[in-house]
């Protein structure tokens, strides 16, 4: 257990759903830490920049640089600074925190790749220690790879009454691999938890412009209301197997993908650094390359094979936290 009790952190951290919520929350209650929270995402929380970054394309990064300073709070010492994918942040913001944090440690998580988040790789040499959840990205920059988390705090024992859970966002061959499981749920009689989420916008853009005949033919079933961490969590309590499909220009393993080692449940995906990690074991994990035809009934009925004690704290959030700051 790491010992950050009293310690100031600034946390800069991205709003979405509520990770970022869950990882200030534990700092503070099951560390001790005083946590200053920032949103990274500003395009998502400042209307005024997101027009200046979608539209204008004007002094971005200058404009990202004041408003990050306007959420700081300068009365305070900070002993850690911890940014978490960090995609707006400049040099210079980083060079004043450093002169008026002279002793602060300076920490980097990135659960986006470089592909995506190219402006870690712009000030990573600023951080003294840079962790990513993407494989190629650690080996390629020497960063510590370190995937994503679950809360414990949302892990309860229950009937295991959904033998397979599917929870997505629309994008890329997601509904392809919707109407695979449905096909195979029908063959081998299994029940499932089906949640396809779209934003009305999108769902709007496929069904009358668009006219994407796959999204139409499914888009009585699309929900236009996301599903909460609590709610997602509370579903995996009740599921022997989550189904991932990883986006093809991601190689980091999905935040869907720590939630499954935490609840027990097993594992069909279609990333293949799923092998990289200490939780994988053939009887828990199946990766798919194309298919979910080259599932085998076997594994849908075989039961779940426990970890090690280490294995479920190394991939809860308090494991995260320590991994991050120790």
């Known amino acids: 257990m790491i010992d950050i009790k009293g ?27 005083n946590v200053t929270k920032i949103y990274e995402n500003i395009d998502q929380v400042s209307p005024v920049f997101n027009i200046r970054y979608k539209y204008l394309k004007q002094d971005v ?5 004041s408003y990050y300073l306007k959420q700081v709070d300068f009365s305070k010492k900070y002993d850690i600074i911890l940014m978490i994918r960090a995609s707006f942040v400049s040099n210079e913001l980083l060079d004043i925190l450093k002169e008026k944090n002279p002793d602060a440690e300076f920490v980097l998580y990135q659960w986006d790749s470089t592909m995506n988040n190219p402006n ?9 220690r840079v962790f990513t959840f993407d494989f190629p990205d650690s080996e390629k920059y020497g960063w510590t790879y370190r995937p994503l988390f679950y809360n414990t705090a949302y892990v309860e024992k229950k009937e295991r009454k959904y ?26 009689n299994l029940n499932c938890f089906n949640y396809l989420y779209a934003t009305k916008l999108s769902a709007i853009r496929h069904s009358y412009f668009v006219k994407d005949e796959e999204f139409r033919s499914v888009k009585d079933e699309v929900k236009t209301k996301s599903l909460s961490s609590e709610e997602v969590n509370r579903i995996y309590n009740e599921t022997k197997i989550v189904l991932d499909y990883t986006h093809p220009t991601q190689n980091g393993l999905t935040m869907r993908t720590a939630e499954s080692v935490g609840h027990r449940c097993k594992l069909i995906t279609n990333n293949k650094y799923a092998r990289e990690t200490d939780f994988y074991n053939e009887s828990n994990v199946f990766i798919y390359e194309k298919s979910l035809d080259e599932v085998p009934e076997e594994f849908l009925r075989s039961p779940y094979v426990e970890l090690s004690d280490d294995v ?3 991939y809860s959030i308090d494991g995260f936290i320590e991994t991050l700051l120790a």
Do not use: W
Not at 7 to 33: C, M, S, T, W
Not at 120 to 128: P, S
């Open 120 to 128: 870690a790789v712009k000030i990573y040499q600023k951080f003294d």
């Open 61 to 65: 990064e200058k404009s990202a640089t």
């Open 163 to 188: 033998d397979i859970a599917y929870a997505c966002t629309i994008h890329s061959n997601r509904l392809k691999i919707y109407k695979e499981l449905k096909v195979m749920a029908e063959k081998y």
């Open 7 to 33: 310690r100031n952190i600034l946390l800069l951290v991205p709003r979405h759903f509520d990770y970022g919520d869950q990882i200030a929350g534990v700092l503070e209650q099951n560390f001790g830490a």
């Open 312 to 314: 479920y704290r190394h």
